[in-house]
């Protein structure tokens, strides 16, 4: 098995990393790596109905979409996510513990009590430290886990934080759950880094035949490569969301204001804006242009420029009403 730290803070190559890891190479792969501040959700989750959008746009946190199932989860410099990916016989099934038990013996041997709950989550004293999630590739199995050792808790609330009412679909939706950081439960300081080395010297222990390895200009070339084309990509980390609905109750310009979309594949189908701020004409002119265009801010940015009555707005008014339809 080849060990790697991959020492990348981009979180679209470090989850293209992943893939590249997984489908192009066939040795057996233990990472760990850390993130810029992200959200990093799960391949049939719906991205918008996961992320508070106002905040997210806000404080330039990029959101992914990975390859494997299971909830959105938040990144950033004090977060640590493990990524074991090896072949296995076929017919293999999920098996998370097998995967999460070399974490919990770090942490054991530290003098944490930390625990396996649930079918993917590692608590201590039933407080949520990591989920985890599985993915099958013909004979290759990807485990990749998050472990909240030092990161800003009031950052992944506040970026998580969703209003799901506004939301109508049959996507995967996150349980959220009340966290904790492993560094508080230390019975000495230790920094992330001193952690880091720790769980890979474990793991380099633990299985023979280990090797440590730094990834080549080739293998980043590679990853690129997934990066350009897909993780970096609207249509991957937006777009490819299951079809929804979506309606939200508000005011504009001192006026109540309903908007409703149904979208597919990222696009809008069908727009129902109902209001005073505006004539019926204006209205219609917006739902009709609207039609058909990107569920994407900058998008729909370009459009309402379109409507003269929009385009007259103060840049606050206008971004106003575009938060209305996330």
């Known amino acids: 098995m080849l060990c790697i730290h991959n020492t990348s803070m981009d979180p679209i190559f470090n989850v293209a990393a992943e ?28 991205a918008y109905a996961e992320i508070n959008f106002e905040f997210v746009r806000e404080n330039d946190i990029e959101v992914v979409r990975r390859l494997s199932g299971g909830g959105a989860v938040f990144h950033d410099p004090g977060n640590i996510n493990y990524t074991f990916i090896r072949s296995v016989p076929p017919g293999t099934g999920i098996d998370f513990v097998r995967y999460t038990t070399p974490i919990l ?7 944490v009590d930390a625990q396996l709950t649930g079918r993917s989550d590692l608590t201590i004293a039933g407080w949520k430290f990591s989920g985890n999630a599985q993915y099958i590739y013909r004979n290759r199995v990807l485990h990749h886990g998050t472990m909240l050792f030092s990161s800003e808790i009031k950052n992944l609330s506040a970026a998580l934080q969703v209003n799901p009412d506004s939301y109508q679909d049959r996507a995967i939706q996150s349980n959220r759950s009340t966290v904790t950081n492993i ?3 230390l019975s000495r300081q230790m920094g992330i880094l ?52 979506f309606a939200r109750s508000s005011r504009f310009m001192n006026t109540p204001v309903e908007i409703h979309l149904k979208v597919r594949q990222g696009i809008i189908q069908t727009v129902r804006i109902s209001g005073d701020f505006a004539d019926h004409q204006t209205i219609s002119d917006l739902e009709e242009r609207l039609t058909g265009v990107s569920h994407r801010h900058d998008t729909i940015l370009e459009t309402m420029h379109k409507v003269p009555f929009f385009a007259r707005l103060e840049a606050d008014s206008l971004e106003g009403f575009i938060q209305l339809m996330f």
């Not at 013996?105 to 003098?111: I, N, Y």
Request: glycine share 4%.
């Open 183 to 185: 560094q508080q439960h």
């Open 19 to 46: 893939e590249y890891l997984l489908k192009d190479r066939g040795e057996d792969f233990f990472v760990l790596w850390c993130s810029r501040p992200s959200i990093i959700i799960g391949k049939h989750q719906n």
């Open 105 to 111: 013996e770090v942490l054991q041997d530290l003098g």
């Open 194 to 245: 001193e952690f880091i080395d720790l769980v890979m010297e474990y793991v380099v222990s633990c299985n023979p035949d280990t090797a440590l390895y730094r990834l080549t200009a080739q293998d980043k070339q590679n990853i690129q490569r997934y990066s350009r084309e897909k993780y970096a990509t609207w249509e991957w980390n937006f777009g490819f969301s299951p079809p929804y609905s």
